[in-house]
């Protein structure tokens, strides 16, 4: 997955890397993006929790193009999926 920011270092390391995907819509989440992993799955869990049934949520890593995990809103659940 590409970035849909430009680095502002002109190509040196990327400071944000974990971004946030909603799978449904297919569309970035705009201001979802962290540099710590743990504080994706929480951005992730919370935007979950709050929305509809039937969303979901996926972490990339943008440097490797990784599928980190994948949250999606069941009726009284979240499902939590790991990347391959």
């Known amino acids: ?44 869990l919370i935007m979950t929790r709050w929305s509809d049934i039937g969303a979901a949520f996926e972490i990339y890593d943008i440097t490797t193009g990784e599928l980190i995990g994948q949250y999606v809103r069941k009726p009284t659940t979240i499902a939590i999926h790991k990347g391959a």
């Open 1 to 44: 997955m590409k970035s849909p920011y430009k680095s502002r270092n002109s190509g040196e390391e990327i400071t944000r890397r974990f971004y946030i995907w909603n799978a449904r819509d297919k569309k970035h989440c705009i201001g979802r993006c962290y540099r710590w992993l743990t504080n994706a799955h929480n951005g992730a």
